[in-house]
């Protein structure tokens, strides 16, 4: 074959391949890659925005795609593409093809809502993950609700408002729905320069306080902190007739005044506070799993119930209250519309209560009830606390006493080696917890089916993780690793009561919407079984 046509063959080899190679492209549609419109985004709690993506070839034969994020709790994406902020933080979103896996990916941040400054008169919503910075004294109307939505920090200016430096009150007139989660819970405190071991006690605003017109309060997953101001003449609380005239009260942290009202508390904490932690007047009440700690400058109790309330308290646990874990008493009845407290309080742990009382002034050191109120109390777990449940009269005086058919039972006391070095509890022979609930101490309570160690060390509870033997008897100071479960072989797993009936295990208390009911009786005692 000559040349030419040498040529002319490879030529026409050419031609043919290169069809050939344009026919098999042509009928090739598979994907061979994705891309979005963004690759960066920020975004607000609650805020949206729809990712656009372009996928080469344009007529690729298989246009599915799936949407992922890194991280579900910060930003959640539908299949649509729609991207939705839930909290502060970071995510990737990626999409990616059915066909071949081609991805590309859009990195997310969400930040908080925008700060806002409020007083005077509030309702409405407090969108989730913002901050409140609470300017002057606030109020909710009543008929009006406000409701606080999860990871709101709400932060009260801590300076004098008046020329008689009246420290800043929340009083709730209509209803008040705090609703925070485990993750991020709503908290109501002060600035973050202020949150300091010396303000422990410093009592920096008021509190959150009842009215008589207040219908409804829920806190879920809020952290109440650094309450306790002493009021004056012109305090919120004390124009409304709610303290005394005059001012020079010490406020507590949460207050109700309304008999007929609805309160639930669950889940939540409260510390660093001046006066008691929760002191009702009024309404049904649930307070459950909740933690108190650092509660009461000079005095003080993690809850405090009075006349016109009817009370379920359980699996809460309360760390160095001042005085008691629970004051009950029928103070303020009127055999009208304030009618007899109330109070079953029953699986709750109690550690170093009464110890920082005024030593001249004792009034229990654990739980304390007078006055004529109807209590059940049983399968609470009180350690190392000044003494153990005390009621004058007890049995005998329904007057001074709480009422003859109170019942008191299955309680566990046990005490560490630690000793107190205050003089008076020397002089009064108090120096350890055995001393305060061993025989013959006035005014305690002792019961059938009652645990208590025969001397110190005896009864250990055996707690997942405290210093049960060395953790210093006046100590306020929590700590966060602590875990007051039990370990197995606990001899406080076994001897707690389920023969009774919280008033709301059953019906329950609605409250927007919502039915919340006391938890049932457990038969370990205190607060906390086994992990």
């Given at each position: 074959?000559?040349?030419?046509?040498?040529?002319?063959?490879?030529?026409?080899?050419?031609?043919?391949?290169v069809?050939?190679?344009?026919?098999?492209?042509?009928?090739?549609?598979?994907?061979?890659?994705?891309?979005?419109?963004?690759?960066?985004?920020?975004?607000?709690?609650?805020?949206t925005?729809?990712?656009?993506?372009?996928?080469?070839?344009?007529?690729?034969?298989?246009?599915?795609?799936?949407?992922?994020?890194?991280?579900?709790?910060?930003?959640?994406?539908?299949?649509?593409?729609?991207?939705?902020?839930?909290?502060?933080?970071?995510?990737?979103?990626?999409?990616?093809?059915?066909?071949?896996?081609?991805?590309?990916?859009?990195?997310?941040?969400?930040?908080?809502?925008?700060?806002?400054?409020?007083?005077?008169?509030?309702?409405?919503?407090?969108?989730?993950?913002?901050?409140?910075?609470?300017?002057?004294?606030?109020?909710?109307?009543?008929?009006?609700?406000?409701?606080?939505?999860?990871?709101?920090?709400?932060i009260?200016?801590?300076?004098?408002?008046?020329?008689?430096?009246?420290?800043?009150?929340?009083?709730?007139?209509?209803?008040?729905?705090?609703?925070?989660?485990?993750?991020?819970?709503?908290?109501?405190?002060?600035?973050?320069?202020?949150?300091?071991?010396?303000?422990?006690f410093?009592?920096?605003?008021?509190?959150?306080?009842?009215?008589?017109?207040?219908?409804?309060?829920?806190?879920?997953?809020?952290?109440?902190?650094?309450?306790?101001?002493?009021?004056?003449?012109?305090?919120?609380?004390?124009?409304?007739?709610?303290?005394k005239?005059?001012?020079?009260?010490?406020?507590?942290?949460?207050?109700?005044?309304?008999?007929?009202?609805?309160y639930?508390?669950?889940?939540?904490?409260?510390?660093?506070?001046?006066?008691?932690?929760?002191?009702?007047?009024g309404?049904?009440?649930?307070?459950t799993?909740?933690?108190?700690?650092?509660?009461?400058?000079?005095?003080?109790?993690?809850?405090?119930?009075?006349?016109?309330?009817?009370?379920?308290?359980?699996?809460?646990?309360?760390?160095?209250?001042?005085?008691?874990?629970?004051?009950?008493?029928?103070?303020?009845?009127?055999?009208?519309?304030?009618?007899?407290?109330?109070?079953?309080?029953?699986n709750n742990t109690?550690?170093?209560?009464?110890?920082?009382?005024?030593p001249n002034?004792?009034?229990?050191?654990?739980?304390?009830?007078?006055?004529?109120?109807?209590?059940?109390?049983?399968n609470?777990?009180?350690?190392?606390?000044?003494?153990?449940?005390?009621?004058?009269?007890?049995?005998?005086?329904?007057?001074?006493?709480?009422?003859?058919n109170?019942?008191?039972?299955?309680?566990?006391?046990?005490?560490?080696?630690?000793?107190?070095?205050?003089?008076?509890?020397?002089?009064?022979?108090?120096?350890?917890?055995?001393?305060?609930?061993?025989?013959?101490?006035?005014?305690a309570?002792?019961?059938?089916?009652?645990?208590?160690?025969?001397?110190?060390?005896?009864?250990?509870?055996?707690?997942?993780n405290?210093?049960?033997?060395?953790?210093?008897?006046?100590?306020?100071?929590?700590?966060?690793?602590?875990?007051?479960?039990?370990k197995?072989?606990?001899?406080?797993?076994t001897?707690?009561?389920?023969?009774?009936?919280?008033?709301?295990?059953?019906?329950?208390?609605?409250?927007?919407?919502k039915?919340?009911?006391?938890?049932?009786?457990?038969?370990?005692?205190?607060?906390?079984?086994t992990?």
């Open positions: 074959m000559n040349n030419l046509s040498t040529r002319f063959m490879l030529v026409l080899a050419t031609i043919l391949l069809t050939a190679a344009c026919k098999k492209d042509s009928g090739d549609n598979s994907v061979r890659g994705i891309a979005l419109t963004k690759t960066t985004l920020t975004l607000k709690p609650s805020a925005e729809t990712l656009v993506y372009t996928i080469f070839p344009e007529n690729a034969g298989n246009q599915n795609v799936s949407w992922a994020s890194s991280d579900n709790s910060i930003v959640r994406v539908e299949g649509n593409g729609v991207v939705t902020g839930l909290k502060p933080g970071s995510a990737i979103i990626t999409v990616t093809t059915e066909d071949r896996n081609e991805k590309a990916t859009c990195a997310v941040t969400v930040i908080q809502n925008d700060a806002k400054n409020v007083s005077g008169s509030v309702e409405g919503t407090w969108a989730k993950y913002s901050v409140i910075n609470v300017t002057g004294q606030i109020n909710i109307p009543a008929g009006k609700t406000l409701t606080i939505e999860e990871g709101v920090e709400v009260v200016n801590t300076a004098g408002q008046d020329a008689n430096q009246t420290k800043i009150e929340m009083i709730v007139n209509g209803n008040l729905y705090v609703q925070g989660t485990p993750s991020a819970p709503v908290l109501i405190s002060v600035s973050a320069a202020e949150r300091t071991p010396a303000n422990t410093a009592r920096l605003w008021g509190g959150i306080i009842g009215s008589a017109s207040c219908g409804e309060i829920v806190l879920d997953n809020a952290i109440i902190e650094y309450t306790g101001a002493v009021t004056t003449a012109t305090s919120p609380s004390v124009v409304a007739g709610l303290f005239a005059g001012g020079g009260e010490g406020m507590v942290a949460f207050n109700t005044n309304n008999p007929q009202g609805k639930v508390i669950l889940n939540s904490i409260f510390r660093n506070t001046g006066e008691d932690a929760i002191y009702v007047q309404g049904n009440c649930i307070f799993n909740n933690t108190f700690y650092a509660i009461g400058e000079a005095g003080g109790e993690a809850i405090n119930v009075k006349a016109g309330c009817k009370v379920d308290a359980a699996h809460n646990l309360m760390y160095s209250p001042n005085t008691n874990g629970f004051k009950l008493s029928n103070s303020g009845a009127d055999g009208g519309a304030r009618y007899q407290a109330q109070i079953t309080a029953y109690i550690i170093n209560a009464g110890w920082r009382r005024d002034k004792p009034k229990g050191g654990s739980i304390w009830g007078e006055a004529g109120c109807l209590i059940n109390v049983y609470n777990l009180i350690v190392n606390s000044m003494f153990r449940a005390k009621a004058p009269g007890w049995g005998v005086n329904g007057t001074t006493g709480p009422d003859l109170s019942k008191m039972d299955n309680n566990f006391y046990a005490s560490g080696p630690q000793q107190s070095s205050v003089p008076q509890h020397i002089t009064n022979g108090t120096i350890t917890a055995y001393d305060g609930f061993k025989a013959n101490v006035k005014d309570v002792y019961a059938a089916n009652d645990i208590a160690g025969t001397t110190v060390n005896d009864k250990n509870p055996n707690f997942e405290y210093p049960f033997a060395t953790d210093p008897l006046l100590s306020f100071t929590y700590n966060a690793a602590w875990d007051f479960h039990l197995a072989g606990s001899p406080a797993l001897g707690g009561s389920t023969n009774f009936t919280p008033y709301f295990s059953t019906t329950g208390i609605s409250i927007n919407g039915t919340y009911k006391s938890p049932a009786p457990s038969a370990f005692i205190g607060a906390f079984g992990k």
